[in-house]
Each structure stands twice: as structure tokens, then as C-alpha cells.
């Protein structure tokens, strides 16, 4: 290898480790920030008392039970139809225009601001179909957001099961959909899960299309036609409202560790499944 490829790849190195570095120092000083200012305000009776007087004073339990509402929901109603649509793509579609047509569609749904999704779930869902600021509304709207996400990661989850797969559980004599259910489906879990994940942390993080659509109630919803309000929304409120600067860094503390605890358990998932699977993680 002649000397100037050599100082080449070296300078390529240094560059790529320096925008590693640069990333991580970026993501450390975001949740650094947030817990100093934060950690002071948790305490036990903050997570577990109603909030009082607009959230200046108590605590969030609602907040907390409205946000794993709408999470849940969003992603349950997400799942089966982004799974689904990525079997279709991969299994069953030979490629052409169709095909091109379904992923051109699903790349610029990935692409819509969040906004818009609020407000075209805010005319249809809550205006239309008469559903009001309900967690159903909510749910519905995150589900089409992250609807995207889950269908890419499946797909490619799907792509990297090998055919010799397929072929030899044909061979057998197994029909295409025990093939897919028994067979494809287990190989693709880890790729699966990770466009799930990636769903959670997109809709736990929420805060315009949830705000026009599940409202910003404070009370414990008790149905999914019940308002609520997300963590997200909350922190929002009390800072751009000037309610308490305290209780909402307290809750941007609580929404950045229960995402870090979302990841480390979606990621140990991962790796359990993918070395079951005999996969690399």
C-alpha cells in the first residue's frame, strides 16, 4: 500500500473517531444537564402523588399512568399492521411499481413533522369521528407515526433470514404462511424488536401530536376515551408556561431514565433473541 493511502485511512480514522467522540459528548452533556437540575427534585412522593395546582406543586403518578396509556396503546395498534405490511413486502410482492409505490409512501409518512400528524389526527379522530382528546386518539395518532419505523425494521429484519431457510421448510413440505409464522418470523425477531423500540422511544418522547390530540388532562384516566397527559406534554407546559422550572426538569429526569431503562431492557431482549437465533447482536 503505497504512503499517501496509508496517511489517507489514518486521517479517515481520526476523522470518523472524532464525530464518535463528538456524538457521545453531545448525548452525555443533554442528560447530564438534565440530571443535575433534575435529580434534586425526585423523591418518592413526587412519583407517587397527583399533581397539584396545574403541576406547580405534588407529584406525577398520572402523568406517569397517562404515558404508559398511550405508549401501549400507540404501539399495540402499530405493530400487527407494521409487521404485517413488512411480510407482505418481503414474502409475498414480486418487485415493481407496486412495490416502489408502497416504500416512496412510507418513507415521506417517516418524513411528515409530527405536527402535521397532530393535526390531522386532531381533525379526523377528534373532530370527525367525534373521539375527543382521548388516549384513543392519541394512540391512533402515534401508531400512524410510528408506522413507518416499525415496517422498515421489519422488512430488513425479514431480508436477513437466509432463503436456504425458507427453501429447506418448503421442502418439507410446509405450506408459505406455517413457513413464515414458524420459520422466517423467529429468525426476524431482533430486527422486529428494534423497529418496536425504536417505535417506543418516538412516541414516549411525543409531545405536539399528542398534545392536540390526548389533551394534557392531569386526572388518573381510567379508559383509553379518558383525556391524559404524557411526560413529554407536561415538561413542556411547566417550562414554556413558567409553572415550575423545578418539577419540570424533575420530570424530564424521570422521562430520560425510564427511556434509558426501555433501551438497556430492549437491548438485553435483543441479545437474548438474537443469540438463540444463533445471530450476532
Known sequence: MKASARLEEKIAKLLLWLFAICT??????????ILINGISGLSWDFITQEPKRMGKE???FSIIIGTIYLTVAGIVLATPIGVGAAIYLTEYVKKGRLVQIIRFATEALAAVPSIIFGLFGFVLLVITLKMGWSILSGALTLAFMVLPTIIRAAEEGIKTVPDSYREGSLALGATKWYTIRKVVLPSALPGIATGVILGIGRAIGETAAVI?????????????????????????ILASEGISTKNA???????????????????SLMGKLAGRNGQSH
Open 24 to 33: 457521545l459528548l453531545v448525548l452525555f452533556s443533554i442528560i447530564a444537564h
Open 58 to 60: 405534588g407529584g406525577i
Open 212 to 236: 392536540l390530540t390526548a389533551g394534557s388532562s392531569l386526572g388518573l384516566p381510567t379508559s383509553i376515551l379518558e383525556p391524559t397527559r404524557t411526560l413529554s406534554v407536561h415538561l413542556y
Open 249 to 267: 426538569y424533575a420530570s424530564a429526569t424521570v422521562l430520560i431514565i425510564v427511556i434509558i431503562i426501555i433501551n438497556f431492557l430492549a437491548n
